[in-house]
Structures are given as structure tokens and as C-alpha cells.
């Protein structure tokens, strides 16, 4: 027979060798709106299968080519999804239990069956058939992603193993490259300390007291590596002055000549010339050119002043004119801090001492920064303008309003005394 009912339906599949029973059981089926397809022999019925899916087989007991259940335990091999449904008043009822369970057969409909009772097994089968197939379509689903996973997984790892053997070689090779760059300084200083091993020991002098102060938290990276590597090539200009002038300028810088003065006051410009060619930074050629400014603006190449003259070359000046006036160190501070304000900037006066530890505090007291005042510090010392102005007495708990001014005051005229505070 042919098929009928709606064709996008799920198909069902009825056989039955009593053609009246058949077609009543048919019609039945369509009535509800389901595609059935009827035949009354089981073997035809095998062939259909191999053919075409069928979502629920039905299927008569006593049939003289095949048992019913053996036509459907052998439809189970052909198509496992379909819900089968046994129909017979003959059978015992052990046997239906066990092919139930053995999960031959879905149901069992004893014959004479009621129509709402039949329907709603064929409901029930259908969605029984349903969640098999949807569930063997997101296995499959799940097992091919879970195939792409394991090939993505793989691939990762392969990319992951290689950025760690490319990192491993950028590592080494930046390792390299800083060796290197060390390297350099260090042969600058040698070259230095060949020229004039006077000239070596001061740069070796000056370095370390700039890796002490950069090492605080009052520099960003850029400020900290200028101030660093600005202490290594900031005297390399000097190399282009005749040594005799040098030492005349040590001895005596007096009795030098305009010509001579000038010399030596351009070797900044040459010196940052030559350490474009170990570091091109920026800033580190401002720092170098401007490491001799004073705050004043009556420094030299360029007579910059104030907050013109780039930070680390107001610490960097501080610590070349320390290392460089030969003085003892309690002479050295008395005049660096008699010079606070003029040629230094006193913020920078205020960080070499806090940092290089040369003047001794009692222990109650320490020094901080403009930067570093906070509300409820009490002043270990008198705060004083350029004309000798009380500005905030010794032993005055701060507030916020009276830091405010004290830092206004600063910008407009630069308080040059130390920041003492009590601990």
C-alpha cells in the first residue's frame, strides 16, 4: 500500500496480515494526521526499512512469513531508533515483560485496542523516537566538537610551545642585549678612566650615588634610566679637552681664559653628541646636555632654569658638582645646601640627602619631599621664604590648608630649606 497523511510528519510503519485489520489500523493513524506506510508482509516490511526511516513500527504477533516479534527484534537491527510497537491478544504476558525490558519492543497494545488508548501511544513513541534521534544528533555534535577541541588543543599547545621557545629567545637575546649595553657603559668609563683615570674615578664616583637616588619612587621609568645612564656618559665630552687644560681647571678654574672657559663649558653638547651613539634616548641627550644648568638659569650650555631644566638633570647636577668640587663631605653638604635654590633645584637637594644618608638625623627626625607632606606631620625645622620670611614655624602640626600654601609658595618662590619632620 501506499503512504498517506501529512508527508512531513514523522513516517510510521504498520504491519499486520489481516488486511481488514491492517486497514482499519491505517485509517486510524491518519485520522490523527500521521504518515503511515502498511504493508502485510514482515519480510516486505524488512526491505522498506533498509529503504527509508521510520520513526515508529507497528506490528501484528501471528503473521505466517514472521512472527511479529522477531520481525521486530530484527527491525531493531536495521533501524535502532524507531519506537516498535507490538499489537496481539495472544501473547503471555512473561514474554511481553521480557522483550519490553530487553528493549525489543517500546510498547504493547492488546488487541481489541481503543482508539484514545492507541493514539496516545503512537504520541508517545513518536516522542520517544524524537529524543533518541535529537540525542544521537547532539552525541555526534558533541563528539565532533569535542574532536575539534582535541585538534584546537593541540594546535594551542603547539603555539604555546613555540611563544615560550620564541620567549626563551627573546629573553637570552635581550640578556645579550643588556650585557651588551652594560658593556658599553663600562667601556665608556674605561675610555674615560684611560684618558684621565682622575676622570674615571668620578664617574664611577657619580654613578653610584645616581643608581641610589633613582632608585627611589620619585622617578618613572624614563626619568630613572636617564638619570642611571646619564651618570655613565655625562663626562664623555671632556675626552675632547686637552688634559693640561682639565687640570688647570681642577687647580685653579680662575685663571682660565674665556676661550679655555668656553671648552669646557660646551662639553656637555659634546658629550651628549657622543652618547646618542650608545642610547638615542631623548631624554637621557636632555639630561646629559643639561646637567651643568643651574636653577637659576645662570648654568651653562643653554641657561635654563627652574622646572625647565629636565628632573633627572637637576639630580644629576647635585651629584656631578658633589662628587667633582673635591671638598670633605660636611663642607661639600653645607655648600650644596647653601646653594639650594640658586643652583639647585631644592627639591633635588632635598632627595641627594634623604638618599645618600650624609648628613646624620637624630633619630626622631627624618627628611621627606615637597612631594611627601601629609596633614598631622609636625616640622622638625622653620620653614623660611627667599627674604627671610617665617613661613611655618618649627615644632607646627601641618594641615592640608597650611601644605597648600606652603606649595604654592614653593612654585612661586622655591623654598630652599631641608623638609625635617618628626617621625
Known amino acids: 500500500m501506499k503512504p498517506s497523511g501529512d508527508p512531513h510528519s514523522p513516517s510510521i510503519l504498520v504491519v499486520d496480515d489481516e488486511a481488514i485489520v491492517l486497514s482499519a489500523l491505517k485509517e486510524t493513524l491518519e485520522r490523527d494526521g500521521h504518515h503511515v506506510t502498511a504493508t502485510t508482509s514482515p519480510l516486505k516490511a524488512l ?25 521486530l527484534i530484527e527491525s531493531r537491527k536495521i533501524r ?11 501473547l503471555s504476558l512473561p514474554t511481553i515483560v521480557e522483550a519490553i525490558n530487553k528493549g525489543e519492543i517500546f510498547r504493547f497494545v492488546a488487541k481489541p485496542w481503543l482508539r484514545e488508548e492507541l493514539s496516545a501511544t503512537i504520541r508517545n513513541a513518536l516522542h520517544r ?51 651588551s649595553y652594560d658593556h658599553s657603559l663600562d667601556l665608556c668609563r674605561r675610555i674615560l678612566a684611560t684618558y684621565d683615570p682622575y676622570l674615571g674615578g668620578q664617574t664611577k664616583a657619580v654613578v653610584e650615588i645616581a643608581q641610589c637616588m633613582a632608585a627611589t619612587d620619585h622617578f618613572n621609568d624614563q626619568e630613572r634610566h636617564a638619570l642611571r645612564t646619564s651618570a655613565w656618559l655625562c663626562d664623555l665630552g671632556l675626552i675632547g679637552i686637552p688634559r693640561e687644560l682639565l687640570r688647570g681647571f681642577r687647580l685653579n678654574p680662575a685663571r682660565l681664559s674665556e676661550p679655555e672657559r668656553e671648552s669646557i663649558q660646551t ?42 631644566i629636565p628632573w633627572p638633570a637637576r639630580c644629576l647636577a647635585i651629584i656631578v658638582w658633589f662628587v667633582e668640587s ?25 632627595l641627594f640627602l634623604k638618599t645618600t644618608d650624609l648628613v646624620q638625623l637624630p633619630r626622631q627626625v627624618r627628611e621627606i619631599m615637597m612631594e611627601e607632606l601629609e596633614p598631622g606631620m609636625i616640622l622638625a625645622n622653620g620653614l623660611y621664604s627667599p627674604h627671610g620670611l617665617l613661613l611655618v614655624g618649627e615644632g607646627q602640626t601641618l594641615s592640608a590648608s597650611t601644605i ?12 630652599s630649606q631641608r623638609l625635617l619632620v618628626y617621625s
Open 47 to 71: 526491505e522498506l526499512l533498509r529503504r527509508e526511516d521510520f520513526a515508529v513500527i507497528i506490528s501484528d504477533h501471528r503473521m505466517p512469513e514472521m512472527m511479529g516479534l522477531d520481525f
Open 80 to 90: 535502532p531508533h524507531a519506537s516498535r510497537i507490538l499489537i496481539t491478544a495472544v
Open 129 to 179: 523516537h524524537q529524543l533518541v534521534t535529537e540525542n544521537e544528533r547532539l552525541t555526534a555534535q558533541t563528539q565532533d566538537l569535542n574532536a575539534r577541541l582535541m585538534v584546537a588543543n593541540a594546535s594551542l599547545a603547539r603555539q604555546v610551545k613555540d611563544l615560550e621557545q620564541k620567549k626563551s629567545a627573546l629573553d637570552e637575546a635581550n640578556r645579550e642585549l643588556s650585557t
Open 267 to 308: 662639553h656637555p653638547i659634546y658629550s651628549q653628541t657622543l652618547a646618542s651613539y650608545v642610547d638615542p634616548s631623548p631624554l637621557l641627550a636632555e639630561t646629559i646636555r643639561a646637567h651643568h644648568e643651574r636653577f637659576d638659569g645662570e648654568g651653562f650650555p643653554d641657561g635654563l632654569r627652574g622646572l625647565s
Open 326 to 350: 673635591g671638598l670633605s663631605k660636611d663642607k661639600a653638604i653645607n655648600a650644596i645646601m647653601a646653594e639650594s635654590g640658586k643652583a639647585f633645584d631644592p627639591e633635588a637637594v632635598r
Open 404 to 415: 597648600s600654601k606652603i606649595r604654592n609658595h614653593n612654585l612661586i618662590s622655591a623654598i
